[in-house]
């Protein structure tokens, strides 16, 4: 029986019951049994768990969070001498894998909660959630995780599920958690106690829930670690055929994720991986991918590296690149098509032949590289996003990736099927302009005046010298700007979440809804301190001042040094653009929403030259 400060089915609601999963044969013949009578329910302070006598690692532990009653207890106070400390359960110490086994040779492994600390950390008294605390570091609650899994990814999503939903909703919620525990687990080099133990290589989650306190709904995720086990050669004997025997296996597919919910799965995969069965509820979140692709996408790389994919389902759906550089640094896959970014123009020596030199030049697209300080820039300036690369010709309904703030179009929503309606902007069109600050100096030489020394440009000449002190510093200049919009954003939603719901829509891609086209664009990026480029006027000029982005000046390039992006007074660039993605909240309906919407984001390029807006923009960034 269990004891009064166990694990609750009723915790979330008398009518919303969540029980222990159900075993199957072989694992009820190898669970741990203990008190009088025999159960297999091992109890500690609001959490329960299930032990594996062959393995020494639980099946799952199942706990209940009280968000209300939750005790912000710091780590190092949980025990009196401010470190962790780690015991054996007494009730079967021979079922445990102890110490030993995290001090072993090769053992680079941390100890792994799957009930984590804060979790059963709640209750009337703080020493209520104290003692819950304590008990999460019995070994019985540990199975060996690497630090890329149990500090990073793992920990993000645990976070998630405390703090950022349970702690400020005051929810009531029960999370289960374990190991899959195969017969094909790879074995750790390292023999303990005479042993070579299998280490467990994916691990699961299952959260329940209630939105409106009359239905019950479930969310379940799944990571893994394999792929970084064997890199380190901590594990060997790898081998999957058991594992695959019920799965698709029809093509192999890689891929890193960024946050918790990328990692999201259906129910039917945790219990087909783990063979358990557990209480029915809603499931919000559907995926239809075959279990292999899923299995491979939830290992957690190190370095964060992108491998690409071999396999495109519906090549007449979507835009594939048909070749792949896969020394590129900044290849990206999806489950149904191989994203790539879009072909570059390697920057071309220094030249006073002007036809050669009015070719736009942008640099190789590597991770290192100036996109990053670009987009982030003008999206922190703007409000927007920036497009990559710049010269490149976005439109309204364009689908595609966002990786930081670089976008790589991979199709349209016509594609789709999805037609759409656009607002065109009938206000006044506006000038803007960015420059690194501190990092630019532009120096304009009107006809008839003396050059610059060292200057390739006559006295005779009109032109310009733009002088850069800064690795990947910036000068932007759009004439005319345009913004236009999808019109009915909420029927467009309506159609990408059906379209989500039929499998096809990846819920990582993002849909342009909203475009600044410019006349014509000036954009330099200096690739080291140091960099110059002069231009001259073609045409006749009066005024003190040059637009680099006026066409019909008939800019030409008399001289670039350590340039990385040139491109000049082009026309009809789109050089910012807003989108929309799908968001699945852990607790709730899946949604299409803005992206890193604020109302300091609802600026557009047309009132940012207002100096209150600019004041209020400089604010929400602080």
Same mark, same amino acid.
């Given at each position: 029986m269990s004891l009064p400060n166990a694990f609750r089915a009723d915790f979330i609601g008398s009518d919303l019951i969540v029980n222990l999963p159900i075993v199957n044969n072989a694992q009820r013949d190898d669970l741990v049994m203990i008190n009088e009578p025999a159960t297999p329910e091992i109890d500690y302070p609001h959490f329960t768990l299930y032990l594996s006598k062959s393995r020494r690692f639980p099946?799952?532990?199942?706990?209940?969070?009280?968000?209300?009653?939750?005790?912000?207890?710091?780590?190092?106070?949980?025990?009196?001498?401010?470190?962790?400390?780690?015991?054996?359960?007494?009730?079967?110490?021979?079922?445990?894998?102890?110490?030993?086994?995290?001090?072993?040779?090769?053992?680079?492994?941390?100890?792994?909660?799957?009930?984590?600390?804060?979790?059963?950390?709640?209750g009337d008294t703080e020493a209520e959630a104290l003692a819950a605390a304590q008990a999460t570091y019995h070994f019985s609650n540990c199975v060996p995780q690497l630090g890329d899994l149990n500090t990073k990814e793992w920990g993000k999503l645990e976070t998630y599920i405390l703090s950022k939903e349970s702690v400020p909703g005051k929810l009531k919620v029960s999370v289960l958690t374990g190991p899959v525990l195969s017969p094909q687990d790879p074995l750790f080099v390292t023999s303990v106690e005479g042993e070579q133990i299998p280490i467990p290589t994916l691990f699961w989650k299952v959260v329940y829930y209630s939105n409106n306190g009359r239905d019950l709904s479930r969310a379940a995720f799944l990571m893994g670690q394999e792929n970084e086990l064997f890199r380190q050669k901590i594990v060997m004997a790898k081998t999957h055929v058991d594992l695959f025997k019920a799965a698709d296996s029809t093509a192999p597919f890689f891929q890193d994720f960024v946050d918790a919910a990328?990692?999201?799965?259906?129910?039917?995969?945790?219990?087909?991986?783990?063979?358990?069965?557990?209480?029915?509820?809603?499931?919000?979140?559907?995926?239809?991918?075959?279990?292999?692709?899923?299995?491979?996408?939830?290992?957690?790389?190190?370095?964060?590296?992108?491998?690409?994919?071999?396999?495109?389902?519906?090549?007449?759906?979507?835009?594939?690149?048909?070749?792949?550089?896969?020394?590129?640094e900044y290849i990206?896959?999806?489950?149904?098509?191989?994203?790539?970014?879009?072909?570059?123009?390697?920057?071309?020596?220094?030249?006073?032949?002007?036809? @050669?030199?009015?070719?736009? +030049?942008?640099? *190789?697209? !590597? =991770? $290192?590289? %100036?996109?990053?300080?670009?987009?982030?820039?003008?999206?922190?300036?703007?409000?927007?996003?920036?497009?990559?690369?710049?010269?490149?010709?976005?439109?309204?309904?364009?689908?595609?990736?966002?990786?930081?703030?670089?976008?790589?179009?991979?199709?349209?929503?016509?594609?789709?099927?999805?037609?759409?309606?656009?607002?065109?902007?009938?206000?006044?069109?506006?000038?803007?302009?960015?420059?690194?600050?501190? @990092?630019?100096?532009?120096? +304009?030489?009107? *006809?008839? !005046? =003396? $050059?610059? %020394?060292?200057?390739?440009?006559?006295?005779?000449?009109?032109?310009?010298?733009?002088?850069?002190?800064?690795?990947?510093?910036?000068?932007?200049?759009?004439?005319?700007?345009?913004?236009?919009?999808?019109?009915?954003?909420?029927?467009?939603?309506?159609?990408?979440?059906?379209?989500?719901?039929?499998g096809k829509w990846d819920k990582n891609w993002v849909v342009i809804t909203e475009l600044v086209t410019a006349k014509a664009a000036t954009i330099l990026i200096s690739s080291l301190a140091g960099a110059k480029i002069e231009l001259k006027v073609t045409t006749s000029v009066s005024a003190p001042a040059i637009d680099l982005a006026d066409a019909s000046l008939g800019l030409s390039t008399q001289f670039s040094k350590s340039m990385d992006t040139t491109i000049?007074?082009?026309?009809?660039?789109?050089?910012?653009?807003?989108?929309?993605?799908?968001?699945?909240?852990l607790f709730g309906e899946p949604n299409f929403e803005p992206l890193n919407v604020s109302a300091f984001d609802l600026l557009t390029p047309q009132t940012i030259s207002i100096e209150e807006n600019k004041q209020r923009f400089k604010f929400a960034e602080i």
């Amino acid at each position: 029986m269990s004891l009064p400060n166990a694990f609750r089915a009723d915790f979330i609601g008398s009518d919303l019951i969540v029980n222990l999963p159900i075993v199957n044969n072989a694992q009820r013949d190898d669970l741990v049994m203990i008190n009088e009578p025999a159960t297999p329910e091992i109890d500690y302070p609001h959490f329960t768990l299930y032990l594996s006598k062959s393995r020494r690692f639980p099946y799952f532990t199942a706990t209940n969070i009280d968000g209300d009653l939750f005790k912000p207890i710091p780590r190092k106070k949980v025990f009196g001498s401010g470190r962790d400390e780690w015991s054996l359960d007494s009730r079967f110490p021979d079922y445990q894998w102890g110490a030993k086994l995290y001090s072993a040779d090769k053992s680079d492994f941390q100890r792994g909660h799957m009930t984590k600390r804060e979790d059963p950390q709640w209750g009337d008294t703080e020493a209520e959630a104290l003692a819950a605390a304590q008990a999460t570091y019995h070994f019985s609650n540990c199975v060996p995780q690497l630090g890329d899994l149990n500090t990073k990814e793992w920990g993000k999503l645990e976070t998630y599920i405390l703090s950022k939903e349970s702690v400020p909703g005051k929810l009531k919620v029960s999370v289960l958690t374990g190991p899959v525990l195969s017969p094909q687990d790879p074995l750790f080099v390292t023999s303990v106690e005479g042993e070579q133990i299998p280490i467990p290589t994916l691990f699961w989650k299952v959260v329940y829930y209630s939105n409106n306190g009359r239905d019950l709904s479930r969310a379940a995720f799944l990571m893994g670690q394999e792929n970084e086990l064997f890199r380190q050669k901590i594990v060997m004997a790898k081998t999957h055929v058991d594992l695959f025997k019920a799965a698709d296996s029809t093509a192999p597919f890689f891929q890193d994720f960024v946050d918790a919910a990328i990692y999201q799965v259906n129910m039917s995969t945790i219990e087909l991986l783990t063979g358990l069965k557990f209480t029915d509820a809603n499931e919000p979140y559907k995926d239809a991918r075959p279990l292999k692709l899923i299995i491979d996408k939830v290992q957690v790389k190190a370095d964060q590296e992108i491998s690409a994919a071999i396999h495109a389902l519906d090549r007449e759906n979507f835009i594939v690149p048909k070749v792949i550089d896969k020394d590129d640094e900044y290849i990206v896959s999806f489950n149904n098509l191989i994203l790539a970014a879009p072909p570059v123009i390697t920057v071309a020596a220094a030249s006073t032949n002007n036809d @050669a030199a009015l070719q736009p +030049t942008v640099s *190789s697209f !590597t =991770a $290192a590289g %100036p996109q990053f300080q670009y987009t982030n820039d003008l999206k922190k300036h703007f409000g927007y996003y920036a497009t990559w690369n710049p010269g490149l010709h976005l439109q309204l309904g364009d689908i595609g990736i966002l990786q930081g703030n670089v976008f790589t179009r991979i199709g349209h929503l016509r594609f789709q099927k999805i037609n759409f309606e656009v607002n065109a902007d009938d206000t006044t069109p506006a000038d803007i302009s960015y420059k690194t600050e501190g @990092a630019v100096n532009v120096t +304009t030489k009107l *006809s008839g !005046t =003396a $050059a610059l %020394p060292g200057s390739i440009l006559k006295d005779t000449d009109a032109g310009l010298t733009i002088e850069f002190n800064k690795k990947n510093a910036i000068f932007f200049e759009a004439d005319q700007t345009l913004t236009s919009t999808i019109a009915d954003t909420i029927g467009l939603g309506e159609a990408v979440l059906k379209s989500f719901e039929d499998g096809k829509w990846d819920k990582n891609w993002v849909v342009i809804t909203e475009l600044v086209t410019a006349k014509a664009a000036t954009i330099l990026i200096s690739s080291l301190a140091g960099a110059k480029i002069e231009l001259k006027v073609t045409t006749s000029v009066s005024a003190p001042a040059i637009d680099l982005a006026d066409a019909s000046l008939g800019l030409s390039t008399q001289f670039s040094k350590s340039m990385d992006t040139t491109i000049i007074a082009q026309a009809g660039i789109t050089p910012l653009f807003k989108a929309m993605k799908i968001r699945t909240p852990l607790f709730g309906e899946p949604n299409f929403e803005p992206l890193n919407v604020s109302a300091f984001d609802l600026l557009t390029p047309q009132t940012i030259s207002i100096e209150e807006n600019k004041q209020r923009f400089k604010f929400a960034e602080i």
